[in-house]
């Protein structure tokens, strides 16, 4: 595989799973008809950051793999963090289990430091690239317990 479509790939899987995330939770969303915490950003922020993101996400992916960096541990870490990602928007817009989204995203939050770790110790750059994805995540577990205290 040549690198664009390395690259291609890397960063089309992760923004395809957000979208159809997106697609299964978009009947269900109720994030503007909630009490909101202070620092909330309008519902129109979420899909815009997580597109890019999803994005910054595939590059550092691609990166490792384009340079033949990846292996089991890191294959296992990506996969299983961009899943549980993804189970999270159902968790807490689908069947509105806000306090279990909150310790699900606390997961989720450990396990993006563990592929931030994996990550940086193959290449620099790919670990780097994934600190605004972790903080995003922090925010949006506040946001996220907020919410639950709120309504």
Not at 53 to 77: E, Q, V
């Amino acid at each position: 595989m040549n690198s664009v479509s390395t690259y291609l790939k890397s960063i089309l899987i992760p923004i395809l799973v957000g979208g159809i995330v997106g697609i299964i939770t978009s009947n269900f969303m109720d994030y503007n008809l909630l009490q909101q915490p202070f620092l909330s950003p309008p519902g129109i922020v979420f899909p815009i950051v997580w597109t890019i993101l999803y994005a910054l996400l595939g590059i550092s992916y691609g990166i490792l793999k384009n340079n033949k960096l990846t292996y089991d541990k890191i294959n296992f870490i990506y996969y299983l963090q961009l899943s549980v990602n993804a189970l999270w928007s159902i968790f807490f817009f689908v069947l509105k289990w806000r306090l279990f989204s909150f310790f699900w995203i606390i997961l989720l939050a450990v396990l993006v430091i563990i592929m931030i770790i994996s990550f940086y110790k193959k290449n620099k750059l790919a670990g780097l690239l994934q600190i605004p994805y972790l903080l995003w995540i922090l925010f949006a577990a506040y946001l996220n317990l907020s919410i639950y205290f709120l309504n």
